[in-house]
Every structure is written in structure tokens, then in C-alpha cells.
């Protein structure tokens, strides 16, 4: 869910995960937090937090998406400096990658 749209009191009793809580205990990186570093997926990094989150959601509802399919997962996360490309293949590289 985005932050935005969802007040405190709604999400009582919830488990929050943000983007720094995807990595293992041990401090290991997320595979799809990886694949953003691997494949440059990342410029000025505002939008990073919710591009990688909607893409974590994505990948577990459609573990192997399409191009086209990632693109509609990640409607409404805006990016001002990538144009998308690197985003995009940061998430087909993490739906290839071994989920662990």
C-alpha cells in the first residue's frame, strides 16, 4: 500500500515493512533490491523506496511478468530521471534471480 493513502490508525495492528526492512538479518539485500544496484535501476533514489516495494508486491502476485506487465505493476510510482528502462529490467532480473 502507499504510505500516502493509508492514515496511522488504519494500519494498527498491521505488520509495516519498508524498503530497509526487505533485507535479511543478516543485512543481505532483497533480490529485488539487488537487481536494482545490479541493473542500475536507480538515479537520484526518491523514488526507489516504492518502486522497489511495488515490485516486491509484484513479483509475489506474478513471480515471471512480462515487460509490459511490470510496466502496469508500477503505474503511479512516478521517476523523474530514469525513463523507466533500468527500472524495468531491474524487475525482469529479479523475477529470473533465485527468490531467496
Not at 65 to 79: A, D, F, I, K, M
Request: glycine share 8%; charged share 20%.
Amino acid at each position: 500500500m502507499k504510505s500516502c493513502t493509508v492514515l496511522a490508525a488504519q494500519a494498527d495492528g498491521s505488520e509495516v515493512v519498508t524498503a530497509e526492512g526487505l533485507a535479511s538479518d543478516s543485512g543481505e539485500m532483497h533480490r529485488v533490491q539487488r537487481a536494482f544496484h545490479e541493473q542500475h535501476g536507480l538515479q537520484c533514489g526518491f523514488c526507489t523506496p516504492g518502486m522497489v516495494m511495488a515490485a516486491v508486491s509484484l513479483l509475489r502476485e506474478n513471480p515471471h511478468p512480462t515487460e509490459e506487465q511490470v510496466r502496469s505493476g508500477l503505474e503511479g510510482n512516478l521517476c523523474r530521471c530514469t525513463g523507466y528502462h533500468n527500472i524495468v529490467k531491474a524487475v525482469l532480473a529479479a523475477a529470473d534471480a533465485d527468490p531467496s
